[in-house]
């Protein structure tokens, strides 16, 4: 079975500019997870999804938003960047939400100049 | 819940010695208690997990034990290896631990 994939793994972009990222979960795994991680926060959640509604949602500006479609597969997006949003942008499926074994993707790397 | 404390956030053992990681959390509702172990470049791995109605759980070289009445739960990793190298998570819920970077010297 296939792991976690994200899209695209190391993005550049200019602060001001918009930004989306894209996560397939493993097949039959219909909750998908956001965390945003870098040196000095660690792991922060953002977001969780399942059946494409957001079940839960961390403590980030609503510059900071998802959605995810019927087959499960979630994109994220940040627009107006900002310098602090330089991290690794993690997704972590589930068969359900909540308290549930979720498996993380490698991460797409988001550095912003 | 949010409160996740999880130390040390650093541990230096000899190959073959044992290696303890404890993690406190605040929530007596959370009933899933994860460990998570990254490397370098990568995502999070899950290396193993316990639910609330077990004290332990085993596999290998590494076990979790969890006491639910102190609310702490620890990631025991014995007869270390170089390739155990790495940084560690617990989990509560959607919160994670600061992380533990340990490192196994031959």
């Known amino acids: 079975k296939a792991g976690v994939t994200q899209t695209p793994r190391y993005l550049i972009k200019t602060r001001g500019q918009q930004v989306t990222l894209s996560c397939s979960p493993i097949?039959?795994?219909?909750?998908v997870s956001w965390y945003q991680q870098t040196p000095g926060q660690g792991l922060q959640f953002l977001f969780e999804y399942f059946s494409e509604t957001q079940r839960n949602k961390g403590n980030f500006p609503g510059r900071f938003s998802g959605r995810q479609f019927s087959n499960s597969r979630s994109e994220m997006n940040v627009s107006t960047l900002e310098l602090g949003d330089s991290a690794l942008y993690l997704c972590?499926?589930?068969?359900?939400?909540?308290?549930?074994?979720?498996?993380f993707g490698p991460g797409t790397r988001l550095l912003v100049l | 819940g949010e409160n996740v404390e999880q130390h040390p956030s650093t541990l230096s053992v000899q190959e073959g010695d044992s290696a303890v990681i404890k993690c406190t959390y605040s929530d007596s509702a959370s009933n899933y208690f994860p460990w998570y172990k990254q490397e370098l470049g990568k995502g999070p791995q899950l290396i193993i997990d316990?639910?609330?109605?077990?004290g332990e759980k085993k596999d290998q070289r590494i076990a979790v034990t969890l006491n639910k009445t102190a609310k702490h739960f620890s990631l025991h990793i014995t007869e270390t290896q170089p390739e155990d190298s790495a940084v560690y998570f617990c989990?509560?819920?959607?919160?994670f631990g600061t992380g533990t970077s340990l490192t196994v010297i031959p």
């Open positions: 316990i639910r609330s109605n077990v």
């Open positions: 989990r509560d819920q959607f919160y």
């Open positions: 097949s039959g795994h219909r909750s």
């Open positions: 972590a499926s589930s068969f359900l939400p909540d308290q549930e074994t979720q498996y």
